[in-house]
């Protein structure tokens, strides 16, 4: 059996990576997506409506983002060491965003003369944060110079038009399971008005979708043929079919204003957009050269590891579907 861990571990951890990154992304993607759509709300008391429903909820969301930075440096320490020096710059402001949307978050409502300018500090800080994620994501499609185990590139090699291009995709993407949010926790005025914003929202991430559907093909040989070769096209077709569906499901929704499938469908749009980047990167961890073998920790290390994770996430998972449901049905959550 231990001969087997080198090869098993490392899958083991890239799945738990994987779902936490994915959890992370659902539920401070909702809360991000309301920072994005702070300004264009209808009125003052919309805004504060807006911010009350994530009160309970904002910074314990962020605790699948710790959760994927410390897995990644325990678990993958080469990954890391690669990933930090390439994405420096990015993950400085991605930490000022979420810095500042957090210090509006308490200001805000202790503000008088001046909360206008915590309401742009936090859709600033949210709608920064957001672009920088959907810039990391990017960067990682497009790839890392590496050599001799170390990243080779500059500071700002991560700046490419693909790169912006994902991090605008994320905003839209952010910014629709904020508006299926807001269906269900808005009242009837802010309902209405995510309904108009999700139609939008929903049509620009199908529009992403397409772009990168071809564009990311393009941009590499292995991908596309990983897609388009004769026998996993028929294989893997059903991740493309799925997310049309999903898609347009979305849009029907929103046009019979249902309350619950809009978010719930939006869920499985990024679902089936994170299969597909999985389909295309995997086993790499650090595109093109690194798979998850070559950046494991030593297998002691992370079966030690795994150890603690067993009853961690249970418990993480166990209070995170606490406090929403306690909190769920709650009008006043503290800031008024």
């Known amino acids: ?189 802010l309902r209405d008005w995510a309904y108009g914003i999700g139609k939008k929202a929903i049509i620009a991430v199908g529009a992403f979708i397409l772009i990168f559907s071809i564009w990311t093909p393009l941009m590499h040989e292995d991908i596309a043929e990983r897609w388009f070769s004769p026998g996993n096209m028929v294989m893997l077709s059903p991740v493309p079919i799925l997310t049309a569906l999903s898609v347009a499901g979305v849009w029907y929704a929103l046009d019979k204003r249902w309350t619950y499938v809009p978010f719930l469908l939006s869920i499985v749009v990024f679902l089936l957009c994170y299969t597909g980047l999985a389909v295309s990167l995997f086993p790499y961890v650090i595109p093109p050269d690194v798979t998850i073998w070559d950046a494991a920790a030593a297998p002691k290390s992370q079966l030690f590891m795994l150890y603690g994770a067993i009853p961690l996430i249970p418990i993480i998972l166990g209070y995170t579907a606490y406090s929403y449901y306690s909190m769920w049905h709650v009008k006043d959550h503290g800031y008024h």
């Open 1 to 189: 059996m231990t001969e087997f861990l080198p090869v098993i571990l490392p899958l083991v951890w890239a799945a738990i990576l994987a779902v936490g990154v994915f959890i992370y992304v659902l539920l401070d993607g909702f809360d991000l997506g309301l920072g994005v759509l702070f300004p264009f709300a209808p009125n003052h008391r919309a805004r504060d409506a807006m911010m009350n429903s994530v009160a309970p909820y904002w910074d314990g969301n962020e605790t699948w983002l710790v959760l994927g930075g410390g897995g990644l440096l325990a678990a993958f320490p080469l990954a890391y060491s690669l990933l930090l020096p390439a994405l420096y710059l990015p993950l400085i402001l991605m930490l000022c965003g979420l810095i500042l949307r957090g210090v509006a978050f308490e200001f805000r409502y202790k503000a008088d003369t001046s909360r206008w300018m915590w309401d742009w500090a936090f859709a600033g800080g949210s709608t920064l944060a957001t672009f920088v994620q959907g810039a990391a994501i990017g960067c990682f499609i497009q790839g890392f110079e590496v050599k001799d185990n170390a990243y080779a590139g500059g500071p700002f090699d991560w700046l490419t038009p693909f790169v912006v291009v994902t991090g605008i995709a994320l905003i839209a993407g952010y910014v629709l399971l904020a508006c299926g949010w807001l269906i269900m926790k808005g009242d009837d005025e």
